[in-house]
């Protein structure tokens, strides 16, 4: 029970390669289901075109990640292909201790550190319909450099092979199903 006297929520994270559609299968359960709080990250990326900051992600510099690692601010946190990314401790613990469900958006390495940190944690892995289909859609972005998308394809490998270590795999061939699928394990 929380300080509230009410059962804590539960935290899941949903995590899989670059591309496999975290992004747009998280706006289709913020838009169906708004009872889910999904946390915001930090990263030292520059946001691409149609990203909020401080919905999609917060940006900041290298110096402002520094200074978070430092204070121990960050619930877990890691360099994927050059650029940084963080979940920030405080709104991820004050929503659990509020009974809400909480969904996190991080990469492989930051779900293993949950993991390590909070084991009742569900992990779910997003997976791709197809790696053809993962390719095109790295490379259709436009954002990225082809030296990024070769990291990113080539940490996407690293993670597939990854996929047993989740509770949960999903395959994003239809957003709206992946989205109630992953809304019920949270619900």
Do not use: H
């Amino acid at each position: 029970m929380s300080a509230a006297g009410q059962t804590p929520g539960r935290l899941t994270v949903l995590s899989g390669p670059s591309g496999a559609g975290k992004g747009t299968v998280i706006q289709a359960v913020r838009r169906a289901y708004p009872e889910i709080w999904v946390s915001v990250s930090v990263t030292t990326r520059s946001a691409r075109r149609g990203e909020i900051p401080g919905q999609t992600y917060s940006f900041i510099d290298g110096l402002d990640f520094d200074d978070l690692i430092a204070r121990g601010e960050l619930l877990e946190w890691a360099d994927y292909t050059g650029r940084r990314y963080g979940t920030p401790r405080v709104p991820v613990e004050e929503m659990l201790a509020s009974g809400r469900p909480a969904l996190l958006e991080i990469d492989l390495d930051g779900a293993r550190q949950i993991r390590r940190e909070l084991r009742d944690t569900q992990l779910v892995f997003l997976a791709p319909p197809t790696w053809e289909e993962l390719v095109r859609r790295l490379t259709g972005r436009g954002s990225d450099s082809d030296e990024q998308v070769a990291r990113r394809l080539a940490k996407a490998r690293e993670e597939m092979e990854a996929a047993a270590e989740f509770d949960v795999v999903l395959v994003n061939d239809d957003v709206d199903r992946v989205a109630d699928e992953l809304a019920k394990l949270i619900l």
